[in-house]
């Protein structure tokens, strides 16, 4: 069954304190990439990456890294995040072509 | 600029059908979605369809592609409580897994 996997789902954080939110796929697709969700604006993308140690922006990609080790993992990291960074985040991979499934999302509170 | 459109709010009674619309922009489109998010939940791929078909039915899902007027449509038949959600259309652009989503339908059904 194909699978995105986010941790953690929930966390609050104080301003500038780094943090990291994981995303595993069990796909084997080259393609990942990271969308922050918020009220009224849909889903906008952050990063992606189209295969190992190869990332670009998104359309939102300030305040955000992210890294491409290996092809199953895609962490998105904030270095010193703020509260604009409250957020939903969603990591998606595909499966096949067409296909492509999101993760449960990680609901992130800075304060 | 890419943009989606969606209307906000859609309310309907149980076991009426529902139509949820979209518009877009982006002519080199190449699949558009529909994805469902429950209450505190991830999102669900629903359905999609390739940019050059015209409909595609799946149970009671029903999708409508109107290429010339960038119209895009869900239909829902025999709607049910449990598919009240937000309801999210997105394209692909020219072949990547890049989505442009909509800021999202709440489809309420009332008993």
């Known amino acids: 069954e194909a699978q995105v996997t986010q941790n953690p789902r929930y966390l609050i954080t104080v301003t500038g304190k780094k943090l990291t939110v994981t995303c595993s796929q069990n796909m084997n697709h080259e393609y990942m990439s990271w969308y922050r969700q918020d009220p009224g604006l849909g889903l906008r993308q952050i990063y992606y990456?189209?295969?190992?140690?190869?990332?670009d922006k998104g359309d939102v990609p300030e305040g955000y890294k992210v890294s491409r080790k290996e092809k199953r993992n895609f962490p998105l990291i904030l270095e010193s995040p703020s509260p604009n960074q409250t957020s939903l985040y969603f990591c998606a991979s595909p499966q096949g072509i067409g296909e492509l499934f999101f993760g449960e999302g990680s609901r992130l509170t800075v304060l | 600029g890419e943009d989606v459109e969606q209307s906000l709010f859609l309310s309907v009674r149980e076991g009426d059908s529902s139509v949820i619309n979209c518009t877009y922009t982006?002519?080199?489109?190449?699949?558009l979605y529909w994805y469902k998010q429950e209450p505190g939940a991830g999102l669900q791929l629903l359905t999609y369809i390739f940019s050059n078909m015209d409909m595609k039915q799946d149970q009671r899902l029903t999708v409508l592609l109107n290429k010339k007027d960038k119209h895009l449509s869900l239909r829902i038949a025999d709607t049910q409580t449990g598919d009240s959600a937000i309801y999210f259309c997105?394209?692909?652009?020219?072949?990547?897994?890049?989505?442009?989503f909509g800021s999202g339908t709440r489809l309420l059904v009332r008993p």
């Open positions: 990456s189209m295969n190992v140690e190869v990332t």
């Open positions: 997105a394209e692909a652009l020219d072949s990547s897994y890049k989505l442009i």
């Open positions: 982006d002519s080199s489109s190449t699949y």
